[in-house]
């Protein structure tokens, strides 16, 4: 599995990153691959994605996961969870109506080649990237696929209590 970050090295985004290697992307977890993707310089958020997406294709890799500087992967249970979906015309996340929403979307090799294809034709949009991903896999007949949900650490009620201070933040060795 290839988990592509796209993230931005200026300030303040680029705490983030280094947040993201000072933690999540500490733990090794074997068949995963953590790839960061640097794409403050393209003007609209859907040919950052085609970019960097054309930057990982040479690599080997089934399927990908891609996210922002700003989320938190538990690389362990993303990859258990993957496991179940389908290897071929998969799109998931947390279904949004139509298209995954939230900290990241995972994708089949088949998906992520329809998206590199079909990005650059689509004219640019008001839409938010997520929703833009979503569009373009339905016009190719990929819709989210069934069993979508969310992969945090965490779920929300724990999170929820993290934050109020009523729970403390896990051992450092559950995150390996």
């Given at each position: 599995m290839l988990v592509l970050v796209l993230s931005?090295?200026?300030?303040p985004y680029d705490m983030l990153r280094?947040?993201?290697?000072a933690t999540w992307d500490t733990v090794t977890v074997p068949g995963v691959e953590?790839?960061?993707?640097d794409c403050d310089d393209l003007p609209t958020q859907h040919l950052r994605l085609q970019r960097a997406l054309d930057d990982v294709r040479g690599r080997t890799?089934?399927?990908?996961f891609r996210t922002n500087s700003s989320s938190y992967v538990d690389k362990a249970r993303l990859l258990e969870w993957a496991a179940g979906m389908p290897w071929e015309r998969s799109y998931a996340g947390i279904d949004g109506g139509g298209f995954a929403s939230g900290s990241g979307m995972l994708l089949s090799r088949d998906a992520c080649e329809v998206l590199r294809a079909e990005l650059g034709k689509r004219p640019p949009s008001d839409l938010i990237e997520d929703q833009h991903v979503g569009e373009t896999l339905a016009a190719a007949g990929i819709p989210v696929t069934p069993g979508a949900r969310r992969y945090d650490f965490w779920e929300r009620a724990h999170l929820r209590k993290f934050a109020a201070g009523v729970i403390a933040?896990?051992?450092?060795?559950?995150?390996?």
């Amino acid at each position: 599995m290839l988990v592509l970050v796209l993230s931005c090295p200026r300030p303040p985004y680029d705490m983030l990153r280094r947040a993201q290697l000072a933690t999540w992307d500490t733990v090794t977890v074997p068949g995963v691959e953590t790839v960061y993707y640097d794409c403050d310089d393209l003007p609209t958020q859907h040919l950052r994605l085609q970019r960097a997406l054309d930057d990982v294709r040479g690599r080997t890799w089934r399927p990908l996961f891609r996210t922002n500087s700003s989320s938190y992967v538990d690389k362990a249970r993303l990859l258990e969870w993957a496991a179940g979906m389908p290897w071929e015309r998969s799109y998931a996340g947390i279904d949004g109506g139509g298209f995954a929403s939230g900290s990241g979307m995972l994708l089949s090799r088949d998906a992520c080649e329809v998206l590199r294809a079909e990005l650059g034709k689509r004219p640019p949009s008001d839409l938010i990237e997520d929703q833009h991903v979503g569009e373009t896999l339905a016009a190719a007949g990929i819709p989210v696929t069934p069993g979508a949900r969310r992969y945090d650490f965490w779920e929300r009620a724990h999170l929820r209590k993290f934050a109020a201070g009523v729970i403390a933040p896990p051992p450092a060795e559950d995150l390996a």
